[in-house]
T-cell receptor, first 113, second 113 residues
């Protein structure tokens, strides 16, 4: 079945540092999404990518949809303590196949003030 | 504009019992998807409802069933609960046929004892 490999599994960084995480898949996706989840809460959408090669920013966050449509990365610049949480990538299968989301295993980010 | 709302937020059930979880989609959305998130894992797709019918199903047994009502709200039912069913159950809503992204509720934390 379709799987996403997300790395790294966890990161411990100093406030102000930049962060990079990525997802790879053996399958092609039409859409890549990045979510952040705080403890006890549902995932919150950060960035959505719709085209291969697309580079999109949302404040200090930048994400790219890989050219092969099988990978994506998320960068966070100048991290702050409120960036702490678990970040998930998700690929969406084509609408004709139901449009469900396939999630990565998550990257747990810890930021030291 | 209310987002996706789920109830209850927490639930404790005994092995073998049955449970019903509820979800109201974001205003304007007509599609509801349910996900199971075990501790330390990414969400796993259970099934999706559109026009009151199950449209797509993930790799979950028949003990997991659902329903969508004319107002687009949805229920997830789990019969014969197992200890392994303990998880955060997430509801996501979207607008079918258009590239709107899935917005998640805060989830229902189910504990089976």
């Amino acid at each position: 079945g379709q799987q996403l490999n997300q790395s790294p599994q966890s990161m411990f960084i100093q406030e102000g540092e930049d962060v990079s995480m990525n997802c790879t898949s053996s399958s092609i996706f039409n859409t890549w999404l990045w979510y952040k989840q705080d403890p006890g809460e549902g995932p919150v959408l950060l960035i959505a990518l719709y085209k291969a090669g697309e580079l999109t920013s949302n404040g200090r966050l930048t994400a790219q949809f890989g050219i092969t449509r099988k990978d994506s990365f998320l960068n966070i610049s100048a991290s702050i303590p409120s960036d702490v949480g678990i970040y998930f990538c998700a690929g969406r299968v084509p609408p004709l196949q139901g449009g469900k989301l396939i999630f990565g295993q998550g990257t747990e980010l810890s930021v030291k003030p | 504009d209310a987002g996706v709302t789920q109830s209850p937020t927490h639930l404790i059930k005994t092995r073998g019992q049955q449970v019903t979880l509820r979800c109201s989609p974001k205003s304007g959305h007509d599609t509801v998807s349910w996900y199971q998130q075990a501790l330390g894992q990414g969400p796993q797709f259970i099934f999706q409802y559109y026009e009151e019918e199950e449209r797509q199903r993930g790799n979950f047994p028949d003990r997991f069933s659902g329903h969508q009502f004319p107002n687009y709200s949805s229920e997830l039912n789990v019969n014969a609960l197992l200890l392994g069913d303990s998880a955060l159950y997430l509801c996501a809503s979207s607008l079918r046929g258009i590239g709107t992204e899935a917005f998640f509720g805060q989830g229902t934390r189910l504990t089976v004892v």
